[in-house]
């Protein structure tokens, strides 16, 4: 059975830059373990798979899969999946506009396309769940993944688990128009290094408006220029702490897999 992919590249506007992101459509009657031996076949930091909703109501029920496991929510499949299916103004036979529901194991994932000159460039993701504080791993242990001395890391936020999302203000802001630069390593996930990191950027952008008096925050973040793959993400948080991440896709590949 010939079923539909698509490969994005999702946070920029040029080909070969952002996250790349493979969508395989026609999901229906693929096993778990099929999706994940899809998704290293790929070999990208995520693989999507669009199934009909379980409510009709919603637009897809969207699986991702890692190289090594399933996830419940991530930040860059959800742009560029939502990216395809508005630019495709369809799915599963109904139409659709610029307002995207998928069910994903984290909860419903509300998602709404960004245009530019009348055509679907982007989508912006907001967070199915508000800030959870973890476990705090050790400065000395960190330190150590990053090469890095104990006085390199700023402590003022505990660092989250299984992957490693470091970052920098930048000093220049005004000029550069970006607020942060940062990096991702998730070697248990089977990632060196991540391109660009739509759910850590987001739990970023909420820790620190959890520092702040309650308003709206905007943040302007670069990833992914030490790869050779640069990076932008939109980050806001509103005054009740919800989370949009968000930014402009490219089209990079369309085909179809012979899979049963």
């Not at 560029?80 to 036979?93: K, N, S």
């Not at 919800?242 to 896709?249: D, Q």
């Amino acid at each position: 059975m010939k079923r539909r992919f698509a490969t994005v590249d999702v946070f920029t506007d040029r080909v070969f830059g952002g996250n790349p992101l493979a969508i395989v459509l026609d999901a229906e009657g693929l096993s778990s373990a099929t999706m994940q031996a899809i998704a290293k076949e790929f070999n990208y930091s995520e693989t999507t798979f669009v199934l009909p909703p379980a409510d009709p109501a919603n637009t897809a029920n969207v699986r991702i899969f890692n190289p090594v496991m399933e996830m419940p929510f991530a930040g860059h499949p959800n742009v560029g999946t939502g990216f395809w299916l508005a630019r495709q103004g369809e799915a599963f036979g109904r139409p659709l506009g610029d307002r995207l529901v998928f069910e994903e194991l984290a909860g419903l994932v509300p998602i709404t396309a960004i245009h530019h000159d009348g055509n679907v460039v982007g989508a912006d993701v907001t967070a199915p769940k508000r800030l959870m504080r973890g476990e705090t791993i050790p400065v000395d242990a960190i330190a150590a993944c990053l090469g890095l001395d104990h006085g390199d890391i700023v402590t003022a936020f505990p660092p989250l688990a299984r992957g490693l999302h470091v970052y920098v203000w930048d000093p220049d802001a005004a000029t550069t128009g970006l607020d942060i630069h940062c990096r991702m390593f998730a070697p248990l996930d089977g990632i060196a290094e991540d391109p660009a990191t739509g759910s850590a950027n987001a739990a970023l952008a909420a820790l620190i408006a959890s520092t702040r008096p309650p308003g709206d925050l905007v943040l302007r973040i670069a990833q992914g220029d030490a790869m050779g793959r640069p990076s932008r993400l939109r980050a806001t948080v509103d005054p009740a702490g919800t989370v949009t991440i968000g930014g402009t896709c490219v089209v990079i590949a369309e085909g179809h897999l012979s899979i049963d």
